[in-house]
């Protein structure tokens, strides 16, 4: 084997790094996967991933849409996909009619929408955390809950929820004022909401309001400076999660078998 090429940080100590929520998520779940991914490491994008971005659009389009909206939606945007004739678009064409169901569904009993896909950009410590929300959501007396859309096959347990790093990240941005939000706007929680999985209805998975400690911060607060210091760090660790199965750079993974042979 050759030797290691360079032990030098991706960035120096005082530099600004950039985090968006998913990353946080992934660099906090397996730091070697999000080193790979951002050095290209990445699948294009397969037709599920473009109908999770249509459905996306649909609800930004559609915050208090009900069935019928939903579905004229659809009907109007399929075309956009461009998909060839066969099962496999009609079968993709029933899972969004699902889909569709389900969010109609959520969309029927939630909260009064205050924004929709709504950008945010705040310093966190050294990271610079930028990103979107799906939906901010009115929960009465000056406080918000955020959701946000999932269009997966699986759902994250409720426990995972609780402390989902994408989230806390949300409601981190809510707490710090980072979105166009009355001031003085608190966050009372967060929610992942599931339309892709095989439910009848739409799955949600709360997690509740970032409860300040003793310093005045949040675990939310601390995995994002964590994100980013392991993001700006000289190596990366690999570490067996429950994604490792559909982890697209397995296959250089020093954990997987199929991977070994880059160490050994
Ligand atoms: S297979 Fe698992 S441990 Fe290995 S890089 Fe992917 S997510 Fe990380």
Same mark, same amino acid.
């Given at each position: ?11 120096? @100590? ?11 998520? +992934? ?7 999000? =080193? ?10 397969? +037709? ?8 996306? $659009?649909? =609800? ?5 849409? $009900? ?13 956009? *996909?461009?998909?060839? #004739? ?9 899972? =969004? ?6 969010? @109609?569904?959520?969309?029927?009993? @939630?909260?009064?929408? *205050? *924004?929709?896909?709504? #950008? ?13 929300? #799906? ?7 000056? $406080? ?65 309001? *970032? ?6 911060? $949040? ?8 994100? @980013?210091?392991?993001? =700006? ?32």
């Amino acid at each position: 084997m050759a030797g290691v090429s360079s032990e030098v940080p991706l960035w120096g @100590a005082t530099d600004t790094v950039t985090v968006s929520p998913s990353k946080v998520e +992934t660099v906090t779940t397996c730091a070697l996967r999000w =080193a790979f991914e951002a050095a290209g490491g990445t699948k294009p994008d397969a +037709t599920h991933q473009t109908l999770g971005t249509l459905l996306h $659009s649909i =609800a930004q389009t559609h915050p208090k849409g $009900s069935l019928t909206d939903l579905k004229q939606e659809l009907d109007r945007r399929w075309p956009e *996909l461009a998909l060839p #004739d066969g099962w496999p678009s009609l079968q993709l064409r029933k899972r =969004a009619e699902r889909m569709v169901e389900r969010l @109609a569904d959520y969309l029927g009993d @939630a909260g009064e929408p *205050l *924004l929709v896909e709504a #950008d945010f950009d705040l310093r966190v410590g050294r990271a610079r955390l930028r990103g979107q929300v #799906d939906r901010v959501e009115d929960a009465g007396d000056g $406080s918000v809950t955020v959701a946000d859309l999932k269009t997966g096959k699986t759902a994250a347990s409720k426990d995972k929820a609780a402390e989902n790093p994408q989230l806390g990240a949300y409601q981190l941005a809510v707490e710090e004022g980072a979105l166009d939000l009355p001031d003085g706007t608190v966050s009372k929680g967060a929610s992942l909401v599931y339309v892709g999985t095989e439910t009848v209805s739409a799955g949600v998975r709360n997690q509740p309001a *970032l409860a300040p400690d003793e310093n005045g911060g $949040s675990w939310a607060r601390d995995t994002v400076e964590g994100a @980013a210091d392991t993001m =700006a760090a000289a190596s990366f660790a690999a570490r067996n999660n429950d994604l490792c199965e559909m982890c697209v750079v397995r296959r250089s993974c020093p954990l997987q078998p199929e991977g070994r042979k880059v160490v050994e």
